[in-house]
């Protein structure tokens, strides 16, 4: 299948940094890629729809100042969590789906985020 | 997006016994169905998927039932085995794919 990389696979900031997770799709091209954060033993909340060479989409209660996403190419978007506090702590997933099927979505590995 | 829900979140199964998953979904004009696995510490990882105008559809030890008339999937593992504890989803629709609670499969040696 598809082959979706996520960097890095975890970091760990200082209160107030910001921190870039990159998403890139290696042997296909993702005119869409969605964004997505998952808490312990929770299931993944979408964040938001990124789509190339257009702004981001973004769900409702997620602040799109704070969570920045670049979708530059078709094969890669990143999101920058901006002045991060520990409530930002959490498991980032990305995912992209396949220019010409638009059906099947792959993901990344994840990013754990902690802020200290 | 598609509203999709499990029913049950955990299961434990015995080793070398069939398990199923079990998925309902709200949205009647859903036509296409993912189930994915995700283990602990990582991304979801596909498993298979179906159309609504298939009824059955089988993998490798997996196999998706759809019964469109109650809004339910299902998803069949033969033959258990301890590499298939994780986490499993069903999603729907091909807009947005948004992610129900998941079922925690749980296998027994």
């Known amino acids: 299948g598809a082959v979706v990389s996520q960097h890095p696979s975890w970091v760990i900031c200082k209160s107030g940094t910001s921190v870039k997770i990159e998403c890139r799709s290696l042997d296909f091209q993702a005119t869409t890629m969605f964004w997505y954060r998952q808490f312990p033993k929770q299931s993944l909340m979408l964040m938001a729809t990124?789509?190339?060479?257009?702004?981001?989409?973004?769900e409702q209660g997620v602040e799109k100042d704070k969570f920045l996403i670049n979708h530059a190419s078709l094969t890669l978007s990143t999101l920058t969590v901006t002045s991060a506090h520990p409530e930002d702590s959490s498991f980032y997933i990305c995912?992209?789906?396949?220019?010409?099927?638009?059906?099947?979505?792959?993901f990344g590995s994840g990013t754990q985020l902690s802020v200290l | 997006g598609e509203s999709v829900g499990l029913h049950l979140p955990t299961l434990s199964v015995q080793e070398g016994d069939n398990s199923i998953i079990n998925c309902a979904y709200s949205n009647s004009a859903s036509d296409y169905f993912i189930w994915y696995k995700q283990e602990s510490g990582k991304g979801p990882q596909f498993i298979i998927d179906?159309?609504?105008?298939?009824d059955k559809r089988q993998g490798q030890r997996v196999t998706v039932l759809l019964n469109k008339t109650v809004k339910h999937l299902s998803l069949q593992i033969a033959a258990t085995q301890p590499g298939d504890s994780a986490v499993y989803f069903c999603v729907g629709g091909y807009q947005k794919v948004t992610f129900g609670t998941g079922t925690k499969l749980q296998v027994i040696p």
């Open positions: 995912s992209a789906r396949e220019a010409d099927t638009n059906e099947k979505l792959f």
């Open positions: 179906i159309r609504s105008n298939m």
């Open positions: 990124s789509n190339e060479g257009s702004k981001a989409t973004y």
